[in-house]
């Protein structure tokens, strides 16, 4: 049981480029989300899904897009990275049952955008 | 907007003292409240949540105090140990509707040996 698993961990981008995280969970859970974490800032949402082709904007939501085509995936997308786009980039998943809201976490993408 | 305002941003206590660390809160749609503990280069991972229905939860050295009428909240942690010393994040979430959890902007603990 791997859990919540984000590819890649670690990546370096330059200003323009695009680029594709993924999040793959196994715990068959409805909800999806993606967050942010920069030093002093916590974490901050950047998009959520409620189930398997839904999408919704959270806090910081400019300049990411994300897909949740499939209910164990959800990808967010860089159409044209921006050195303020650096960041340590989780996903979690949650059941979404209102008895079980415990999200769980991957291990975090480190992007870096030169 | 920063709905849940979280202090302090770090604490470094003495092997064997009580960490305190301290959330408020705005939105009073509010009914899930957890603390999720995160170890260097991983992930965040849920450590205690208490709901609004009672004033305390502990769980082993972890104890969280809940005010509804303050809307603030806190995590206490007893005998602290080196082990403890990590990143501390408060959170809140509506059981209703979305399950968007707002979280604070973590508190450093460090555990001096």
């Not at chain 1, 899904?49 to 499939?70: C, H, I, M, Q, W």
């Not at chain 2, 809940?66 to 010393?85: E, R, V, W, Y």
């Amino acid at each position: 049981n791997a859990g919540v698993t984000q590819t890649p961990k670690f990546r370096v981008l330059k200003t323009g480029q695009s680029m594709t995280l993924l999040c793959a969970q196994d715990m068959n859970h409805e909800y999806m989300y993606w967050y942010r974490q920069d030093p002093g800032m916590g974490l901050r949402l950047i998009h959520y899904s409620v189930g398997e082709g839904t999408t919704a904007k959270g806090e910081v939501p400019d300049g990411y897009n994300v897909s949740r085509l499939k209910k164990q995936n959800f990808l967010l997308g860089l159409e044209s990275a921006a050195p303020s786009q650096t960041s340590v980039y989780f996903c979690a998943s949650s059941r979404g049952h209102s008895m079980n809201t415990e999200a769980f976490f991957g291990q975090g993408t480190r992007l870096t955008v030169v | 907007q920063q709905q849940v305002k979280q202090s302090p941003q770090s604490l470094i206590v003495q092997k064997g003292g009580i960490s305190i660390i301290n959330c408020a809160y705005e939105n009073t749609a509010f009914d899930y409240f957890p603390w999720y503990q995160q170890f260097p280069g991983k992930g965040p991972a849920l450590l205690i949540a208490i709901r609004p229905d009672v004033s305390e939860k502990k769980e082993g050295r972890f104890t969280i105090s809940f005010n509804k009428s303050a809307k603030q909240f806190s995590l206490h942690i007893m005998d602290s140990q080196p082990g403890d010393s990590a990143t501390y994040f408060c959170a809140a979430s509506k059981a209703s509707g979305t399950y968007k959890y707002i979280f604070g902007t973590g508190t450093r603990l460090k555990v001096l040996a």
